[in-house]
């Protein structure tokens, strides 16, 4: 069983079929690590928000914008963060 590493860290096992280069395996890394958080308690995927966000290159602008929308979903009275872009409208 072989596992895929980004920066010393083992996500688990790695999917099966050929991987062709860096940036397969960073594919692969990325779909399991994006499983593995839509499919983790609230608690768990806290812990897996720097993940995403690293290999989705956000800013610390928008990662703290995740942290603190878990932290609204999991509280009773807090507030809804706000969001981070406005959607464009077409004219």
Known sequence: MTTMLLRGKSPGP??????????????QYLKHVIIKFLCS?????????????TLLNF????????????????????????PIYHPVRNT
């Not at 050929?18 to 940036?23: A, G």
């Not at 609230?42 to 812990?47: F, K, S, Y």
């Open 14 to 27: 790695a999917p099966s079929g050929p991987i062709t280069s860096c940036d397969d395996v960073n594919i």
């Open 41 to 53: 308690r609230e608690d768990e995927a806290t812990q897996l928000i720097r993940a995403v966000a």
């Open 59 to 82: 800013t610390t602008q928008e990662e703290q914008f995740v942290k603190d929308y878990f932290d609204y979903k999991m509280s009773w009275f807090g507030s809804m963060p706000q």
